[in-house]
Nanobody, 122 residues
Framework: VQLQASGGGLVQAGGSLRLSCAASGRTFSSYAMAWFRQAPGKEREFVAAMSASGGLTTYANSVKGRFTISRDNAKNTAYLQMNSLKPEDTAVYYC????????????????WGQGTLVTVSS
């Protein structure tokens, strides 16, 4: 599966953005999806993940209650709704996919999008 992330940009603290991850292929609905992010000088970290069906989700503590992961299998697209953004959310955001159950380790994901930059100003 090939992934294309979009929707990043510059937003003020407290604002919102919605990221999209468009997937190619006919088997999108069989892949667990996740979002990771990487801030300058830091390692890539887990943000959120969702099961293939969309029925199960998990979030990093740092974004819980502010971010929402979702998917539309009919459109082969996953989303990350980000509300109440903080300057520390500034990073390149990557979507990722894997067969099987959703996990939170970056090494468990075989398919990656190219990343989209989110900048939150204070």
């Amino acid at each position: 599966v090939q992934l294309q992330a979009s929707g990043g940009g510059l937003v003020q603290a407290g604002g919102s953005l919605r990221l999209s991850c468009a997937a190619s292929g006919r088997t999108f609905s069989s892949y667990a999806m996740a979002w990771f992010r990487q801030a300058p000088g830091k390692e890539r970290e887990f943000v959120a993940a969702m099961s293939a069906s969309g029925g199960l989700t998990t979030y990093a503590n740092s974004v819980k209650g502010r971010f929402t992961i979702s998917r539309d299998n009919a459109k082969n697209t996953a989303y990350l709704q980000m509300n109440s953004l903080k300057p520390e959310d500034t990073a390149v955001y990557y979507c990722a996919a894997r067969s099987g159950i959703f996990l939170s380790n970056v090494n468990d994901y075989a398919y990656w999008g190219q990343g989209t930059l989110v900048t939150v100003s204070s």
